[in-house]
C-alpha cells in the first residue's frame, strides 16, 4: 500500500523559512508535487518535479522563493521555501503520479499525503 507521509510544517515569521518533507513508502513514480490548500479556499499547485528529466515546475507566486528537490538515496521529496509571505499560509500536500498530463491538474495525481500546515505570521 503507497503512502506519503509528510513532515516540517509549522509556524514561523515573514521572511523565515521551512524545508517539508514527503517520504513515499511502497513505491516510486516519475512525478512528485506539493499543493497546498488555504483555509477555506481550493487547492493549488505549488510545485512538481520530474526526478528522470531533472525537470521542475513552480507556480508563479512561489518562483524564486521555493525549490522542490529529491533526494533518490533517502527515497524523499523536499519543499524548501524561503522568503515566506503570510499568504504562504496553508495545509501543504504531498502528491505523486507516474503519468502527469498537466502538472499543475490535481486530478492528475494519484497518491496523496494528509498534509502539513505551514502558518507565516507578519
Known amino acids: 500500500q503507497v503512502q506519503l507521509v509528510e513532515s516540517g510544517g509549522g509556524s514561523v515569521q515573514a521572511g523565515g523559512s521551512l524545508r517539508l518533507s514527503c517520504v513515499p513508502s511502497g513505491a516510486t513514480f516519475n512525478y512528485y508535487a506539493w499543493f497546498r490548500q488555504p483555509l477555506g479556499m481550493g487547492r493549488e499547485a505549488v510545485a512538481t518535479?520530474?526526478?528522470?528529466?531533472?525537470?521542475?515546475y513552480y507556480a508563479d507566486s512561489v518562483k524564486g522563493r521555493f525549490i522542490i528537490s529529491r533526494d533518490a538515496g533517502k527515497n524523499t521529496v523536499y519543499l524548501q521555501m524561503d522568503s515566506l509571505k503570510p499568504e504562504d499560509t496553508a495545509m501543504y500536500y504531498c502528491a505523486a503520479a507516474n503519468v502527469v498530463w498537466r502538472w499543475d491538474g490535481e486530478s492528475h495525481y494519484d497518491y496523496w499525503g494528509q498534509g502539513t500546515q505551514v502558518t507565516v505570521s507578519k
Open positions: 518535479i520530474r526526478p528522470a528529466r531533472r525537470i521542475t
